[in-house]
């Protein structure tokens, strides 16, 4: 199974912070790697599919980029509904596989 | 517009199974895969497997294997997963998702696994 390791775990930041998550896969996955974002008692939320499109309906605030092994989620400018967790996801191989969330929380 | 509309929460006991559905809206049901993702609470997503409600073909996170089944009745729009020989280590959020590239999800289901 490819493994897939986000980092950081969690991280603080504020209002109007540039964020960044990195997700690395085991082995090289092409562009077959989407984020999503959940927050507290809900649903996920798909954010970005081949590693860099937005999904429909998705502020262009959230970017994406990477290809083989390693990929990043940038937030340009963190507002306050943007405070959750993020997952990313590969579909390159069966089985799809997340990595384990990153928090991003209030500093 | 999409909608993936899940049953109700489950209490069950060990060794007993259960049957989540999500009834799909608002697209061609037999044109997009279902997958199945769990939660544990607190814990991070665990995909289980997926099924194409065209062919009814299906495929399994080693994990499940002979565990889990998903079905799909396309008269109805609705795809089915049932898990069976629970334990309490099954309690958890139970989503289901569309797509092989997933863009839209269920709002959830809980399973409690309790004696």
Not at chain 2, 4 to 21: D, R
Not at chain 2, 22 to 42: E, H, L, M
Not at chain 2, 84 to 111: K, M
């Amino acid at each position: 199974d490819i493994q897939m390791t986000q980092s950081p775990s969690s991280l603080s930041a504020s209002v109007g912070d540039r964020v960044t998550i990195t997700c690395r896969a085991s082995q090289g996955i092409s562009n077959y790697l989407a984020w999503f974002q959940q927050k507290p008692g809900k649903a996920p939320k798909s954010l970005i599919y081949a590693a860099s499109s937005l999904q429909s309906g998705v502020p262009s605030k959230f970017s994406g980029s990477g290809s083989g092994t390693d990929f990043t989620l940038t937030i340009s400018s963190l507002q306050p509904e943007d405070f959750a967790t993020y997952y990313c996801q590969q579909y390159n191989s069966y089985p799809w596989t997340f990595g384990q969330g990153t928090k991003v929380e209030i500093k | 517009q999409v909608q993936l509309v899940q049953s109700g929460a489950e209490v069950k006991k060990p060794g007993a199974s259960v049957k989540v559905s999500c009834k799909a809206s608002g697209y061609t049901f037999t044109s997009y895969d279902i997958n199945w993702v769990r939660q544990a609470t607190g814990q991070g997503l665990e995909w289980m497997g997926w099924m194409n409600p065209n062919s009814g073909n299906t495929g399994y996170a080693q994990k499940f294997q002979g565990r889990v089944t998903m079905t799909r009745n396309t008269s109805i729009s609705t795809a089915y997963m049932e898990l069976s020989s629970l334990r309490s280590e099954d309690t958890a959020v139970y989503y289901c998702a569309r797509g092989r590239v997933i863009n839209h999800w269920g709002q959830g289901t809980l399973v409690t696994v309790s004696s």
